[in-house]
């Protein structure tokens, strides 16, 4: 079996290492396809070096453009690099522009496309993350998903719940790997003297920093939050914005904010496992702040990560200058509401994702299952209902029983479920799709 695996910014890199690990690991033969599209050449060797990765089977050296630009040089680039390797499977993570080239080209070759951290929605169409994720899956073949929440939103979206698999998330995995890496080789903490209990914050989305009103809105509050020591690494670009709109010299005066270059993965690392609060707009932060039992603050309105509020250790705050200052005093105040914070529980696994995913990925290969052609046995789709069942079986048994009948729902007590093969239907009310036989 080959795996080409596509990638294309660091944290695709990141949450891909754990999956190359265990694909190294087991001796199964894999291309390292990378779109370059946030680096140069010699950067982008010297990240792979820094994870104790190897270098990339092939480089497009997209680079930085057009998202339209961008993706239909990639596009055309993995595409001809697909037809020469022919690989049994294509595995994808995330959300980004590398991901829907990734994806379209794969299934315009008719080659089975594994969606890593499938599922995720914002509901937001202005994120072209967004528009990225859902065209992905609607390429995809195997769906590998963080949650029942992301399951869900796919059996909803009309895709068949026998191909998706809840894995819990590979950050998990390359969080816990990397950090030991960057315990190793990571000099930030002796660099800025960290002192204790200080906030992390971060910011980058365009709808912050390129937002006057929302942008003097949060820096509104980081100043009054005189409290703590924040350490912001601050991207040139927000440093561009923050100059524009007349906010960065108030932020570069105040004694308690401390505005640093941005740090690379490895340190930032440190950084976030050595901080008291982190203040992000970032999705991956959100993640990884759950994952080393950091609370976190989100400056944004939705997410897409909705499970890490629902467990309790993340709470949205939008833009809004009270509302940013009150929970952060709120969490650094009250211990009893920290805590609670820093041990939700993570919903995204126990770090073994990786190995499950690649084990999945190796059984659909022996039943040939990887291999597309279209359904032998599905004469067209006759319709969708909505059944109570009365007598005690569970999903495998009733599928079983009725061969043209796909479950695609539970509601237990009034809530959706995914249907997992035991799980039992009695008294409840089941989603069916039945479809007429050849």
Do not use: W
Request: with cysteine; aromatic share 6%.
């Amino acid at each position: 079996m080959k795996i080409a695996f596509i990638i294309g910014t660091r944290p695709e890199i990141i949450k891909m290492a754990p999956l190359i690990d265990v694909v190294n690991k087991q001796g199964i033969e894999y291309i390292l396809i990378h779109t370059g599209q946030h680096y140069d050449q010699e950067m982008s060797e010297q990240f792979f070096k820094d994870l104790e990765l190897p270098q990339p089977d092939y480089n497009i050296g997209v680079g930085s453009t057009t998202h339209g630009k961008q993706t239909a040089v990639m596009l055309e680039g993995i595409e001809k690099i697909l037809l020469s390797e022919k690989p049994d499977i294509v595995l994808v993570e995330g959300d980004t522009n590398a991901v829907l080239a990734g994806a379209i080209a794969s299934s315009k070759l008719h080659l089975s496309l594994g969606h890593v951290e499938s599922g995720l929605r914002s509901y937001d169409k202005t994120m072209p993350e967004e528009i990225n994720r859902v065209v992905a899956d609607v390429c995809s073949s195997l769906f590998f998903v963080p949650t029942e929440e992301s399951a869900l939103n796919l059996i909803f979206e009309g895709l068949d719940p026998h191909n998706i698999y809840i894995t819990g998330n590979t950050v998990v995995d390359a969080v816990i790997r990397n950090l030991k890496i960057a315990e190793k080789t990571s000099k930030l903490a002796s660099k800025l003297d960290l002192e204790e209990n200080f906030i992390t914050l971060t910011m980058h989305r365009a709808e912050n920093v390129d937002d006057p009103q929302r942008l003097k809105n949060i820096c509104g509050a980081l100043l009054e939050l005189e409290e703590n020591p924040i350490i912001f690494p601050v991207h040139p670009r927000t440093i561009r914005t923050l100059k524009e709109f007349g906010l960065h010299q108030a932020l570069e005066e105040a004694e308690h904010i401390h505005l640093i270059k941005p740090v690379g993965y490895l340190d930032f690392l440190i950084l976030l496992s050595n901080s008291r609060l982190v203040l992000t707009d970032s999705g991956g932060i959100q993640e990884e702040s759950i994952t080393l039992n950091i609370p976190c603050i989100t400056l944004r309105y939705n997410t897409e990560r909705p499970e890490t509020v629902k467990t309790g250790g993340n709470i949205l705050v939008g833009a809004e200058k009270e509302l940013i200052i009150n929970n952060v005093r709120n969490i650094m105040g009250d211990e009893s509401l920290y805590q609670k914070m820093s041990k939700a529980p993570n919903p995204y696994g126990d770090g073994k994702t990786s190995q499950k995913i690649i084990n999945i990925i190796l059984k659909a290969y022996d039943k040939g299952k990887l291999i597309l052609k279209p359904p032998e046995d599905i004469g067209g789709h006759e319709g969708r209902y909505i059944q109570k069942v009365e007598y005690d079986m569970d999903v495998s048994q009733y599928e079983r029983n009725n061969e043209n009948s796909r479950i695609i729902a539970i509601f237990e007590n009034g809530e959706a479920r995914f249907p997992h093969p035991h799980l039992k239907l009695q008294n409840n009310t089941i989603l069916i799709d039945k479809f007429r036989s050849n």
